[in-house]
């Protein structure tokens, strides 16, 4: 009578915790399960702009923090996460699609296409969001699949 709700928890149960180790394990994290370097996720989307967030606006979501720079944004991301977090583990989105590398990224490089947030490397006079742009389409298609990939 009972085994059928324990299963179905049990299932609820696993599946969080794998969701959790994979965003924690695949996903461009500090050491200390900081998502982003501290920025506001929800700013690029409402406001087109890198803001940093702050501590005191923090949420944990899979195992990994997120800070907002208002409780507005913060709330905007409780109600609903993914549409927020970045593309690719918030590794570089150019690198994803042109070797299928998981390379660090400068928060404050970034493009918000169709919903969705992409972050890029821009350090040492290389701004990869440039050379995307150039081939966007073809480095969409094969980021996607390379970080399909990580998410097996």
């Given at each position: 009578?009972?085994k059928?709700?324990?299963i179905?928890?049990l ?7 794998f969701?959790?180790d994979?965003?924690?394990?695949q996903?461009?994290i500090?050491?200390?399960g ?10 690029y989307?409402?406001?087109?702009k890198?803001?940093?967030?702050k501590k005191?606006?923090?949420v944990?979501?899979a ?5 907002f ?8 991301f409780?109600?609903d ?5 970045p ?8 690198a994803?699609?042109?070797s ?7 928060p404050e ?5 169709n ?10 006079f290389n701004n990869t969001l440039?050379?995307?742009?150039k ?18």
């Open positions: 009578m009972y059928l709700p324990i179905l928890l299932i609820v149960l696993a599946t969080t915790v969701a959790q994979l965003t924690k394990k996903g461009n500090s050491k200390s900081l998502a982003i370097e501290g920025y506001d996720p929800v700013a989307m409402t406001s087109n890198a803001l940093e967030g005191e606006f923090s944990s979501d195992g990994v923090t997120y800070y720079s208002s409780a507005q944004n913060r709330d905007l409780k109600a996460p993914s549409k927020y977090k593309q690719y583990g918030g590794w570089c989105a150019y994803m699609g042109e299928g590398e998981k390379v660090e990224v400068d490089t970034f493009k918000v296409v919903g969705k947030l992409y972050l890029f490397y821009n350090k040492y440039k050379t995307w742009n081939d966007e389409a073809n480095l969409k298609k094969k980021a996607d699949a390379n970080w399909a990939r990580f998410t097996k």
